[in-house]
């Protein structure tokens, strides 16, 4: 009862928000079984609004609400720049990617990224790419689905004291429950509801240090000047509000760009671009989604810094070592059970947002791109398959999250530097460039990747001062020139002329 | 708060209006869409 007593508000929103997307699920289980079409991209006929909330909610995890909030406790209300990044990312995946993907995609039926590639550069290499990419997807994608299983799993065992086995067990069940019932629909639609929780939620996490000291006023004359210390044991005094002294502008460059380039290159990312119904609502989500994402992020890119008004000098001189923390001591130390109830539910949304977005391209991957190539099989029982792919991979996932291993974290930022060096310039290129080959294809993303692991492992942290360029730079670089070179170079492997008109036939201008 | 990191807050805002502006002045066209616009000149036309 005194459990009960402690956690009735938390428990109450809980309940409320998984048996919402449990419910969106069983309202398109028979919609979504229809044929693979409507599984994969559902029958491209999302509203933009939708897509907008969802491409948001699938970009931003939990990582974000917590991990990047929680940084500038250390780093100060500079930290925002990282959101600048992210927002012109965000734009540039809209503006550049959106509307060709969304035309191009439909032409080629395609459905997946890794079948895009195959139907669009109809090269002798394109099988290659497409199992190849698809091996990618899965590879890559592994950590990071275990990174936000066992966030969220650890905000249940320190919000509800539900042990962290369970906690992880309940997240990647609810999930992927949800995802293989309503398969894109479901996807999309809990995306998007999610994606309205967290957008609140942004808004109310940064207004409860102001309510906690009595207003916007005292709270920014606080953190002003403080008496607390940086993670090295140095007086902070003006830093938190003073440009790049507490964190180093090519360190914000690094995190911009490495996690911002996951928006042009992602699959989880692109493939909403395939679902949006029709042109204006294509429109409506390109200027919504940069509004909902930068909004956001200037709530929460802050927020760490502004705690710095909530907090003593010992509990600042702990926390700045725990940034992690930082979001929990808040709400913990604010004490209302409602707005702690309501933000638990923005973090969830944000992890099961990208866990859904990311299950769900796992198994079309795994299904679509490798296992149809190998053994021809009938829409059902493509739908079918990939249903139990997914639940086959959350059992995956759930093993790795009970043992996971060290610098997972890690892992999963470098997975993003994996998908911008390969994914992009051959997402680009067959956007734009009628004349990049499958070849320009096959080996960018051979040298992109080959470049992201070696600066990674043999260059960054052994070469002075490279130390805070990320690997998702030289990856990138190198892999587009490479695209551009070798298409040149393999001119004779280009599609021929009837089938580029039909791919290039209707653009935006 | 200095220019430079206020710069991060109102940055974000004045790119969200910037990529409006820019998607107001878009013409953007979805595979399909063109058939029943095309259609349509030709019965305006007719």
Same mark, same amino acid.
């Given at each position: ?6 956690n ?8 409320f928000?998984?048996?919402?997307c449990?419910?969106i ?18 029958? %491209? ?5 939708a897509?907008?909330?969802a491409?948001?909610?699938?970009? $931003? ?21 990282v959101?600048?990044y ?8 809209? +503006? +550049? +990617?959106?509307?060709?993907m969304?035309?191009?995609t ?6 997946t ?10 090269? *002798?290499?394109s099988?290659?790419?497409r ?5 990618i ?11 936000i ?6 905000? /249940?065992?320190?919000? /509800?004291?539900?042990?962290y ?5 309940l997240i990647?069940?609810?999930?992927? =429950?949800? *995802?293989?019932m ?5 996807? /999309? ?7 309205i $929780? ?47 002294? =507490?964190?180093?502008?090519a ?5 911009? @760009? ?12 692109l493939?909403?671009f395939y ?15 940069? $509004?909902?994402?930068?909004v956001? +992020? ?7 810094? =502004?705690?710095?008004?909530m ?13 992690d ?6 709400l ?35 299904v679509?791109?490798?296992w ?6 009938s829409q ?15 059992a ?6 009970l ?24 997402v680009?290129?067959g956007?734009?460039? %009628?004349?990049?080959?499958?070849k320009?294809? @096959? ?15 043999? =260059?960054r942290f052994?070469l002075?001062g ?18 551009l070179i ?10 021929d002329?009837?089938?580029l ?9 | ?14 790119l ?11 013409k953007?066209?979805i ?7 095309e ?5 305006s036309?007719?």
């Amino acid at each position: 009862m005194e459990y009960l007593a402690k956690n009735w508000a938390v428990l109450v929103i809980m309940i409320f928000y998984v048996a919402f997307c449990l419910g969106i699920g069983q309202w398109f289980k028979k919609r979504a079984s229809e044929n693979v079409d409507a599984f994969y991209v559902a029958k %491209r006929e999302i509203p933009g609004w939708a897509i907008a909330l969802a491409f948001f909610s699938t970009f $931003i995890s939990t990582n974000t609400y917590i991990g990047q909030a929680g940084f500038s406790f250390q780093a100060g209300l500079s930290w925002a720049w990282v959101g600048v990044y992210w927002t012109g990312f965000c734009m540039i995946s809209w +503006l +550049l +990617l959106g509307p060709r993907m969304r035309s191009q995609t439909a032409k080629l039926k395609s459905v997946t990224i890794p079948d895009y590639f195959d139907y669009r550069y109809k090269s *002798s290499f394109s099988k290659v790419i497409r199992i190849f990419s698809a091996v990618i997807i899965i590879f890559a994608t592994l950590w990071y689905m275990a990174a936000i299983a066992k966030g969220c799993a650890h905000l /249940l065992t320190s919000t /509800l004291g539900i042990p962290y086995a369970w906690g992880a067990f309940l997240i990647i069940f609810i999930t992927t =429950l949800y *995802s293989v019932m309503g398969g894109m629909y479901s996807v /999309l639609w809990t995306d998007a509801l999610q994606g309205i $929780i967290m957008f609140f939620v942004a808004i109310l996490m940064v207004m409860v240090p102001a309510m906690y000291v009595g207003g916007w006023g005292p709270l920014m004359d606080g953190i002003a000047h403080t008496t607390h210390l940086t993670a090295k044991g140095q007086p902070m005094g003006d830093g938190l509000m003073t440009f790049c002294t =507490l964190v180093s502008f090519a360190y914000i460059t690094s995190i911009g @760009f490495a996690v911002g380039m996951k928006q042009i290159a992602e699959p989880r990312c692109l493939i909403r671009f395939y679902s949006v119904d029709n042109a204006k609502s294509m429109k409506f989500a390109m200027i919504a989604t940069p $509004i909902l994402l930068g909004v956001s +992020l200037a709530c929460v890119f802050g927020l760490g810094a =502004l705690v710095h008004g909530m907090t003593t000098d010992t509990e600042a001189a702990y926390l700045v070592k725990h940034t992690d923390q930082v979001v929990g001591f808040m709400l913990d130390k604010f004490g209302n059970p409602w707005v702690t109830g309501i933000v638990m539910a923005g973090l969830f949304a944000a992890g099961m947002s990208s866990f859904a977005a990311v299950s769900i391209i796992v198994g079309t991957a795994f299904v679509g791109d490798i296992w149809t190539l190998f053994k021809p099989m009938s829409q059902a029982k493509q739908v079918s398959s990939t249903k139990w792919l997914m639940w086959v991979y959350s059992a995956i996932i759930f093993i790795i999250t009970l043992y996971p291993p060290a610098g997972i974290v890690e892992l999963t930022a470098f997975s993003g530097a994996v998908f911008a060096a390969g994914f992009f310039p051959a997402v680009f290129g067959g956007l734009y460039l %009628r004349w990049g080959t499958g070849k320009g294809v @096959f080996w960018s993303m051979i040298i992109g990747i080959g470049t992201t692991l070696l600066w990674r492992f043999g =260059l960054r942290f052994y070469l002075p001062g490279m130390k805070d360029i990320h690997e998702v730079i030289p990856g990138f670089i190198v892999s587009l020139i490479a695209y551009l070179i070798i298409s040149k170079l393999t001119s004779g492997d280009m599609p021929d002329k009837e089938h580029l008109d039909h791919v290039f036939h209707t653009q935006e201008s | 708060m200095d220019f430079l990191t206020g710069m991060a807050y109102w940055g974000i805002i004045l790119l969200a209006i910037i990529n409006a502006f820019i998607v107001f002045r878009m013409k953007v066209k979805i595979a399909g869409e063109e058939d029943e616009d095309e259609k349509k000149n030709v019965c305006s036309v007719g």
